[in-house]
């Protein structure tokens, strides 16, 4: 199969040939994989009992999945990613704010799974034949693990949606053989190792671990939904198609694979630590499935992110072909793997992690999705692409190529979602007009989307003359060289 040659450009009709089970297969497969099995972990560790960690969890996805999904339909007209889709709101050089979002989403996720991928690798390894858990041993299986996303993210998304459809059944299987394997040791009491409420009461800690766990995951989606619908045609699929496709592939294969991560973080007596515990409990026979599981299930996951991190450094840096992008954002994510591995404590990177990026990417999304829809879904595809070709105009140039109340909205959305993030190690000051309650992918959202509908009011949309999904050059500026 040959390496995909596109980058951010629009996708041509011909070459529109994916469809709404393309789409499930991808979301569902490329999930059942253990860097978002252990975010099922998450609500344990925080001291919840077995129905409340469930309830989080359950409650957070269908939020989440219900204010993401949505973001698939912009793809579907402009056949391009979300970064520079958003450039119709941001402008083609505000769009910018969406790549970096997105780079930092995906770089955060790449690390995570492959961080834990390996660790549960190492310690199957260790039961199964002997290895030392030491530095060398971890150094060689993080980089087999990169090495093959690597190679993965480079082929480009057809190669990655071969093998999301692979792994969408192998990975199920594995999960539900997993079930019957740790089963014997389950319960459903408050794991007591947690040492209780991580904030000290039900509620707050029950919101965290809604945050957390639950709602993180779509929100992890916010720019990589339009990676795999740029190849869907609007011609033959209709917007409702896709978007109930994209809901059903999102809570399948988020749900999925974190309760799993919920389940057998009771049956491990998982309250610390997550890899370590996983394995131990696991019964011998079932150590095979569970390093498919570690290394198959993470390639898949990590390659995805990986691919989604060349696109939108590729949008940053035009001049780098999306395979060189990713060669070097898998760089930074392998060396993030080691600083995780050796600096940082599971539980506290993963959940300062989270809240902080979804703070940061919800009011991005809400200015998107408003766009969208102040725009009924009619894009100028040519005009998004203006960056790219490094000239100028267009009717996304706006003010020298940025929206200013699009980025002003955006900024001040997330300095408010900053300032009431509470993390282990730090509560931002407006915590204290929550009642002490991580409020801050709400207040983000409301505050940038607020402020983007009152900076906006009276000014009119920039809208392409012609169908939904269409480029009309005529209705652009004639594009000149910076």
Request: glycine share 12%.
């Amino acid at each position: 199969m040959p390496i995909e040659q596109h980058g951010v450009d629009t996708i041509p009709e011909r070459e529109r040939t994916s469809g709404p089970k393309d789409l499930v297969s991808i979301l569902l497969g490329s999930n059942l994989c253990l860097g978002v099995i252990i975010f099922g972990w998450l609500p344990p560790s925080f001291g919840l009992g077995w129905w409340a960690s469930v309830s989080s969890v359950v409650v957070g996805t269908l939020v989440g999945t219900l204010f993401t999904a949505p973001l698939a339909l912009v793809s579907l007209r402009t056949a391009t990613n979300l970064s520079t889709s958003s450039g119709a709101q941001f402008g083609v050089r505000g769009r910018l704010v969406g790549s970096v979002v997105g780079l930092l989403l995906a770089l955060g996720y790449t690390a995570l799974t492959v961080w834990i991928g390996g660790d549960v690798m190492v310690s199957v390894l260790g039961r199964l034949f002997g290895l030392e858990a030491s530095g060398a041993a971890y150094g060689i299986v993080y980089g087999l693990l990169a090495a093959a996303t690597v190679a993965g993210a480079v082929y480009g998304y057809r190669v990655l949606l071969a093998m999301s459809r692979v792994l969408a059944v192998g990975m199920t299987a594995l999960l539900v053989v997993g079930v019957v394997a740790y089963a014997p040791h389950f319960t459903t009491g408050a794991l007591p190792e947690a040492g209780g409420y991580l904030l000290d009461g039900f509620w707050p800690t029950w919101l965290l671990a809604t945050v957390a766990a639950g709602l993180s995951g779509p929100v992890a989606f916010i720019t990589l939904l339009g990676d795999y619908t740029r190849y869907i045609s609007p011609a033959r699929y209709s917007s409702r198609r896709v978007l109930h496709a994209t809901w059903l592939g999102l809570t399948a294969g988020l749900l999925v694979p974190q309760l799993f991560g919920t389940f057998t973080a009771y049956a491990a007596r998982a309250a610390t630590d997550y890899a370590g515990p996983l394995v131990d409990a696991a019964p011998g026979w079932y150590l095979v499935p569970l390093l498919l599981a570690a290394s198959a299930g993470s390639v898949g996951n990590a390659g995805l992110m990986l691919y989604s991190m060349g696109l939108d450094l590729d949008a940053i840096l035009p001049r780098a072909s999306r395979a060189r992008a990713t060669y070097a954002v898998a760089v930074v994510a392998t060396a993030c793997v080691f600083v995780g591995h050796y600096a940082s404590d599971a539980q506290s990177a993963m959940t300062s992690f989270v809240l902080l990026l979804t703070a940061i990417g919800t009011p991005w999304a809400v200015i998107t999705l408003i766009g969208f829809a102040r725009c009924r879904g009619v894009y100028d595809a040519d005009a998004l692409q203006v960056f790219n070709r490094r000239s100028r105009g267009g009717i996304y140039w706006y003010r020298s190529g940025w929206n200013v109340r699009a980025t002003v909205s955006w900024a001040l959305g997330a300095a408010v979602g900053l300032a009431a993030v509470s993390l282990p190690s730090h509560e931002g000051p407006l915590l204290s007009l929550t009642g002490g309650v991580d409020c801050s992918f709400l207040l983000s959202g409301t505050v940038g989307g607020l402020l983007y509908l009152a900076l906006s009011r009276g000014t009119a949309p920039a809208v392409a003359e012609g169908e939904p999904g269409t480029a009309d050059r005529g209705a652009s500026q004639e594009s000149a060289p910076v």
